[in-house]
């Protein structure tokens, strides 16, 4: 069996695979951490600089939903720093980036399936009156808010796809399976010493992944298919400006809005109307690609195809961490 020198090299496998929440004291870290008391001061401490910005819009002669639109993106911006340090949200999208970056491929094929139909819709509302009225009409906060809405509409979509993937996944992590994924890892010669002992295979059949570790699974896939889908709503927004820029002169958008167009910058390159547009319809653009990866079964085979070794791996690895943590406390009583 392994020894506590082990284990450690064992944690630090977790961290650089980007499964943080697997290592027992980042476990119990986090559960600090979102104890009702911890939570409840950060939350105090969050509103004393949204009651500052609120001073500051007053002070400024601002409207009430742009002070209300500052006030929120203080405590957003806040929480999210909270919640990227908290949750280790670093380590996960390291893994998560390169393991994106590996599979580019697959954007090949998702782009010509999707691209084409989506363009053809979506070209047919940038030149509409309404589309550019609304978007002016928003502050620049309320356009990020209804962006971010698309965005959590996406995670609502990818939830239940992951969740089941990962269940199944977990099932399949036993006997002999169990010594083919940790091969390579730090607890390699443990698993085939497992194995070879009925009732500790027995004892690692039957640990099971806790709510936490499924969701650093979870978010592992979450920034994978972030990373692939951002990239599909750059080359929208890419599009959608170089466009505007040709196709949509000044005096159309002054027609268009009532009023100039503002530029925002030294080079008046792009104006703040078509900037919003752009980013309001490459955010809708990002909402459809996810509902396309989610119903695309050539894309959903290919995506998990090629991450299932990882998920099983992380789950064969984990199984055996706990067996020899128990295994070595128990010896040292």
Known sequence: MLTTNDVAK???W??????PYFVESGHEAIQRALAPRVVGLWAGLLAVPAAVAVLVGVALHWTAAEVVGLAVAVVLVGAVA???RVFRVALISRWALGHAWE??????????RALPFLLLFITFLFINTEVW???AALPRPLLWASVGIFALMAVAFLAPSFASEIARVGVEVEGERLAATCQGTPVASAAREILAEPHLASEVAGIR???LQRRNLMLMLFVAQAVQMLSLV?????????FGSIAIRPSVIETWVGSPPHFTGPFHLISDE?????????GFAGLYFTVQAVIDDTYRREFFTRIEDDLQQAIGVRKVYVALRAHLAHASR
């Open 14 to 19: 977790f961290d650089d695979n980007g499964l």
């Open 10 to 12: 064992c944690e630090r």
């Open 209 to 211: 992944l806790p709510p």
């Open 274 to 282: 078509l900037f919003s547009v752009a980013l309001f319809l490459s």
């Open 82 to 84: 909270r919640a990227v």
């Open 234 to 242: 750059l080359i929208v927004f890419g599009f959608f400006v170089v």
């Open 133 to 135: 009225q609304v978007c």
């Open 103 to 112: 599979n580019r491929s697959l954007l090949g094929p998702l782009a010509t």
